[in-house]
């Protein structure tokens, strides 16, 4: 009883976020698990109300209430579509925190967080030693979308099709990097994101050659860290702050205009999350810094857009002079629209490229069902949500599907490439940038 106590008095600090909550069910409606599995208990009001009886010592079963909380994409539908203003994300991660804190992180947990994804160098290493062995347990599967799926009988790998880790990842081809600003006179700090780092590297250098054709002068830290977000959303505060940190220092000391990404949750974290989990017993020294890079982050699409002044194509001179137009349609990342708000930036990116020719999807903010850990826990319930995704790209028609967050594009490739679909997935800004070298 003590414990739970203990429990309880933690759970206190979001008291008056929980009471904001109706009860009215709407995020039923919009939430991509309950789309599923037709549970209460998998929708917000279900979490939130397990959190209240937390909260009460109405029951006494933390660790139930853990896992519940983890079954969860963490794409702010909920949160987004809430007449009463509950903020859900915020609410799950912060008692994540407190559950994970109160019960102690599962082994495994720890060795991934704790013993790697909070060392970069360690990271790094290990993932580059496994590029290289990888072709031992894993054989190709789609020749258009570069997947590949296991050779052997694995728990983790064995259904799916996979985008595998690249022979070199852009940290070694561009160790870091330090220009002035050219003609624009705008100066940013490019921060990578390790699923491009580590499997999209060509989406790193696409993001050069747009940098370099704009004349934008370009800060790169070597040796840059995970943006933290695996870590906070399991729980792990101790791993976060360390990656948080780490990357503070990494970038506080330079002079540029804007922190620019490419990764939509890399973008989130750092604009949402990171000001978020120091506002509480935290430094004023740490609170300035990342509010300040915090404030000057943008994802690339809105950068481009709204500080280059990228413009669409005329879309019916395109249509009528270039009948060879490849068809492209365009998903939603759920951190990039619901958390930010970037939707039509980079639908503007794709349409600069009077190579292709834009179409629309239906239900293009749908969830593509990743969820970052989401889809490593519950791949069954991520594949189903994936496939409602891959029908909708069908029925645009289109011959590409672009999306602007390397997780999106890694479920997309997986449920594409075992559909057996010849449609490639491409980051907005490739489209964009194989426009300027044709021009």
Known sequence: MSDMKRLAQLMGELEEQLVVCMRCGMCQAV???FAVTGKESDVARGKLALLDGLLNKMFENPKGVYERLNKCLLCGSCATNCPSGVKALEIFIKARVILAGFMGLSATKKIILRGMLSHPEVFDRLLEWGSKFQGLFTKPASDILGTSCSRIASPILNERHFVPLAKVPFHRIVPSMNTP???????????????????YPNVAQAVLDIFSFHGIGVFIPEGQGCCGIPAISSGDAESFEKLLL?????????????????CATCTSTIKKIWPLMVNTGSSDD???????????TLDINQFLVSKIGVKSQDEEKTSKNNDDAVKVTYHDPCHLKKSLGVSDEPRMLIKANK??????MP??????????SFNLQYYEISADIGKRKIKNVKTAGAGVVATGCPACMIQISDMLSKADERIAVKHPVEIYAESLKKG
Do not use: R
């Open 363 to 372: 239900e293009a903010d749908w969830c593509c069902g990743m969820g970052g």
């Open 246 to 262: 780490y990357n503070i220092e990494k970038y506080s000391s330079a002079d540029f205009d804007y922190l620019v990404t490419a």
């Open 355 to 360: 190579g292709y020719s834009f179409i629309e």
């Open 286 to 296: 740490l609170k300035s810094k990342v509010e300040k890079i915090s404030g000057k």
């Open 181 to 199: 600003a050219g003609s624009s006179g705008i100066k940013v700090a490019f921060f990578t994101g390790c699923l491009i780092d580590k499997i």
């Open 31 to 33: 939430c991509p698990l």
